[in-house]
Nanobody, 120 residues
Framework: QVQLVESGGGFVQPGGSLRLSCAVS????????IGWFRQAPGKGREWVSC?????YYADSVKGRFTISRDNAGNTVYLQMNSLKPEDTATYYC????????????????WGQGTQVTVSS
């Protein structure tokens, strides 16, 4: 059974850091790209980052977020530094066959999401 499970969200002050994890089961990461998306209340789903062979970032997080993966553990991480209040959202990981995509509707499997709140 294909499953993606996010963890690592929480409450942090501006300038702080969090590391999100996306544990994948039921398939290997070799042939799939894993993307991170986020959705704030009242807003649409926003692409944040993606990894397969290469890594990609939205302009809004470039230089602050780092995506990586551990093939042995079948886990993808999103290290988030210098967090801002505008980063507050529910963060989701999702899988797509082949290469990275920015369109959320191309991703076929999704996790349940993890909440990130950045506030003083």
């Amino acid at each position: 059974q294909v499953q993606l499970v996010e963890s690592g969200g929480g409450f942090v002050q501006p300038g702080g850091s969090l590391r999100l994890s996306c544990a994948v089961s039921g398939f290997t990461l070799d042939n799939y790209a894993i993307g991170w998306f986020r959705q704030a209340p009242g807003k649409g789903r926003e692409w944040v980052s993606c990894i397969r062979v290469s890594t990609y970032y939205a302009d809004s997080v470039k230089g602050r977020f780092t995506i990586s993966r551990d093939n042995a553990g079948n886990t993808v991480y999103l290290q988030m530094n210098s967090l801002k209040p505008e980063d507050t959202a529910t963060y989701y990981c999702a899988s797509v066959w082949g290469y990275c995509r920015q369109r959320w509707d191309l991703y076929t499997k999704w996790g349940q999401g993890t909440q990130v709140t950045v506030s003083s």
